[in-house]
């Protein structure tokens, strides 16, 4: 068991890594002396296919414990299910603030997040992750919300977890498609932060599409450390330093948007294009070299995800990026890579060469 402490003073907490993980959690809460309700928001797919895994643990809880299920979509995400689960957890804790456990990918995370932080004026939470993408980015950090259909993340909180468990043999649930998901953020954290990280993918890509348990807890250890201490330093996004996790966000999330959040294009396909494309605009700034930009349109290839868009045009996708709450002021910011293992903040890129490299990467 690998353990990484977050340091934010009275809000710090462990992420714990490892085999067997989950299986501390009748533990932790003990440890916080939590003595009322615990509410789990589950995905139902993740509940159906590890029943043998997760059953032993929460049998050990004494909390009284409810269970709501949701699908693990990205149109989960709304305010329409954040409204029908709190009314259920209403139903279900009558007038006291319950623990809420989010036990699912980015989705169930996001929105069980942002329910610890507004349902009673806010009550303690811990996470879960179940997908690639949620162990080494979405579930860290604090950042939870819930989508409107003109963007993602519009509404939103900053809401720490007291502990995030994750256990690498939930990545044994995911489809492939899942897992490929998660890739395009670890390729991210190569790009920003750590270009051995980034050689460390190049050469061993098949051993983590096999989910080698040894391969895949050094990538989610790497991952989680970075975003650890990013964190630490910017919490709340208002220093200039968190905002380098953005990378391949700002279009990334645009395209999403513009696909209407459906299986056409899930969030890392849809961030490993907005990768591509914010390093064209670097080339095109003279500021990053094109063989960087082809070594990461290779190893994005190689994970599996696209590196084009289709039956996404051009127009929806500025139509949605439009709506990018990453805009100060009225002025678009973008994450632009340098080299490989180091990024820089741009701001006020014109939208002639914005629509010029889509017209490139969107069809």
């Known amino acids: ?41 589950a995905d139902k797919t993740v509940l159906s296919k590890a029943r043998s895994v997760i059953d032993p643990v929460f049998k050990k ?79 860290i950090g604090g950042k939870v919300g819930v989508d409107l259909p003109q963007a993602k993340n519009l509404i939103g909180a900053f809401k720490q977890p007291r502990a995030v468990l994750m256990d690498p043999d939930f990545l044994e649930t995911l489809p492939v498609k899942q897992l490929h998901n998660g890739l395009a953020e670890i390729i991210k954290y190569g790009v920003i932060k750590d270009d051995r990280l980034f050689r460390f993918l190049e050469g061993n890509i098949k051993k983590i599409l096999s989910l080698d348990r040894r391969t895949m807890e050094r990538i989610i250890c790497d991952c989680a450390t970075i975003k650890a201490r990013i964190v630490e330093k910017d919490e709340l996004d208002n220093k200039k330093i968190r905002i380098i996790l953005n990378f391949g966000h700002t279009l990334g999330h645009a395209v999403e948007a513009a696909a209407g959040y459906t299986a056409a294009y899930n969030h890392g396909e849809s961030i490993a294009i907005g990768m591509l494309l914010a390093g064209e605009i670097a080339l095109k700034l003279d500021m990053f070299d094109e063989k960087d930009l082809l070594r990461i349109k290779k190893l994005i290839r190689s994970a599996g995800l696209p590196v084009k868009t289709k039956n996404v045009s051009v127009k929806e996708i500025m139509n949605s990026y439009a709506h990018d709450k990453k805009f100060t002021r009225g002025t ?32």
């Open 1 to 41: 068991m690998k353990i990484i402490r977050l340091h934010l003073g009275d809000r710090s907490y462990d992420i714990l890594i490892g085999k067997g993980a989950i299986a501390r959690l009748p533990a932790i809460i003990k440890s916080l002396k939590f003595d009322g309700s615990v509410v789990v928001i």
């Open 61 to 139: 809880i004494k909390n009284e414990l409810h269970w709501i299920t949701i699908p693990g979509e990205e149109r989960s995400k709304s305010l329409k299910v954040y409204e029908q689960t709190a009314h259920k957890i209403s139903r279900k804790t009558k007038m006291h603030r319950p623990l809420i456990i989010a036990l699912g990918g980015g989705v169930v995370g996001d929105l069980g997040g942002f329910v610890a932080a507004t349902y009673r004026r806010g009550g303690p939470c811990i996470q879960i992750p179940t997908t690639l993408l949620a162990q080494v980015d979405s579930a």
């Open 332 to 363: 678009n910011r973008f994450v632009l890579p340098k080299k490989i293992g180091s990024v820089e903040v741009i701001e006020d890129i014109p939208e002639i060469l914005i629509k010029n490299v889509l017209k490139k990467y969107a069809g």
